[in-house]
């Protein structure tokens, strides 16, 4: 009988730490992952009187807090980024408690050249950062 009355404390604990550990396995994960893993989506849209005319993406990318992204653009895309964009490749830097940042190259006339990037959890819903995020954005 002492080892009946022994087992319930012991089971009790057991299941204690059961509890304890399963939550730390459930919360410390998601919070990793928002903090130091993200997907970073970025598109390019070529816009003509600032409506969307044509579209580049967007792609995936995980990410820390600084990422490179090379979206695949047709030749004369590729090279009005080039010659638009401040730089090639261009940073484009979601600002901490942010979910996504535009960056506008200035183009020719009517055109222009908008960056969007989007940070999101790995479910793939909106999510902010405790720092900046940089995306080093290529097109090719």
Same mark, same amino acid.
């Given at each position: 009988?002492?080892?009946?009355?022994?087992?319930? =404390?012991?089971?009790?604990?057991?299941? !204690? #730490?059961? &509890?304890?550990?399963?939550?730390? *396995?459930?919360? #410390? $994960?998601?919070?990793?992952?928002? *903090?130091?893993?993200? +997907?970073?989506?970025?598109?390019?849209?070529?816009? +003509?009187?600032?409506?969307?005319?044509?579209?580049? @993406? =967007?792609?995936?990318?995980?990410?820390?807090?600084?990422?490179?992204?090379? #979206?695949? #653009?047709?030749?004369?895309?590729? +090279?009005?980024?080039?010659?638009?964009? $401040? !730089?090639? =490749?261009?940073?484009?830097?979601?600002? *901490?408690?942010?979910? &996504?940042?535009?960056?506008?190259?200035? @183009? +020719?006339? =009517?055109?222009?050249?908008?960056?969007?990037?989007?940070?999101?959890?790995? @479910?793939?819903? &909106?999510?902010?950062? $405790?720092? !900046?995020?940089?995306?080093?954005?290529?097109? !090719?």
């Amino acid at each position: 009988m002492t080892i009946g009355r022994i087992n319930k =404390p012991i089971c009790a604990i057991i299941t !204690s #730490l059961v &509890l304890i550990l399963g939550t730390f *396995a459930i919360v #410390l $994960p998601y919070q990793e992952a928002e *903090a130091d893993h993200v +997907k970073v989506f970025v598109a390019i849209t070529l816009t +003509k009187n600032d409506a969307g005319h044509i579209f580049y @993406g =967007p792609i995936q990318v995980f990410c820390g807090v600084v990422c490179e992204a090379d #979206l695949n #653009l047709n030749n004369r895309d590729d +090279k009005r980024f080039s010659r638009w964009c $401040p !730089s090639d =490749p261009q940073n484009v830097v979601v600002t *901490a408690g942010n979910t &996504l940042q535009n960056f506008k190259c200035n @183009g +020719k006339g =009517p055109w222009d050249i908008v960056i969007t990037v989007t940070l999101r959890d790995t @479910g793939g819903a &909106l999510i902010t950062h $405790p720092t !900046s995020v940089t995306a080093i954005v290529t097109a !090719s």
